[in-house]
């Protein structure tokens, strides 16, 4: 990924969050700083901002534990966002938005297609469940 000025724009970001829901806020924030710093867009800040959001929220809802760990680093074609808890590993819920968009609950990974980001869930490592967003880059500053 480079800057308008033909930089490279570096992009990589570690973060360990306790088990608690308050640290949605704390991934956020984080996410939203290291991108205002690498120069991204506003629209991209905010989409890797939901997409964060949706994310850790999950991880806390459903995969339990004393902690998550969040990666986000440049990626082919934008910005890989991964969120690894200590859950098990689910099948990607299929979710047409036309019909379940005025629901509450349960349309977070759909959400985020509809905005451009694929959604990934996988196994890194023995009890433990990867939910990764490729978030697209529109510009850089």
Known sequence: MRSTDGHATKVNGRWRLEGRLEEVATARHGVRALLRGAGLDEDTIALAELATGELVANA???????????????GPGGLVLTVINQGPVFPAPLVDLRTHGTAERGRGLAILSAFGCDVAIGHPKPSRCAVTARIPVATVR
């Not at 339990?64 to 440049?74: D, N, S």
């Open 60 to 74: 806390l809802e459903h995969g339990g534990g004393e902690e998550i760990e969040v990666a986000l680093e440049a």
